[in-house]
């Protein structure tokens, strides 16, 4: 599995979903985890992104909410995990 970094402000979001939306919070734990094992590919529809987030991927945490991140060879960046695209 690959290390996992969040930006700030993902991390933020990330807080959050703790405080405020369990299952949402939950929803996100099991995709970063399914993320860490195979990044491309897995729950959430992966969808590789392009214009302003070229080189990212993200993952439907729901109909709103989009977990957006970049893979390396060694870490998963999570650029962000509220809203859609912005």
């Known amino acids: 599995m690959k290390k996992v970094v969040f930006l700030k ?5 990330f807080n959050y979903w703790a405080e405020t939306d369990l299952k949402t919070y939950r929803k996100i734990i099991n995709l970063i985890r399914d993320i ?5 590919s897995g729950i959430g529809k992966p969808e590789h992104l392009k214009y ?3 080189g990212c991927w993200s993952r439907r945490i729901d109909n709103i909410h989009r977990l957006i991140y970049q893979a390396t060879d060694d870490e998963i960046i999570i650029v962000a995990c509220r809203y859609h695209y912005q």
Not at 9 to 13: K, P, Q, V
């Open 9 to 13: 402000h993902s991390f933020e979001d």
């Open 36 to 40: 860490s094992r195979s990044p491309f």
């Open 52 to 54: 302003q987030y070229k």
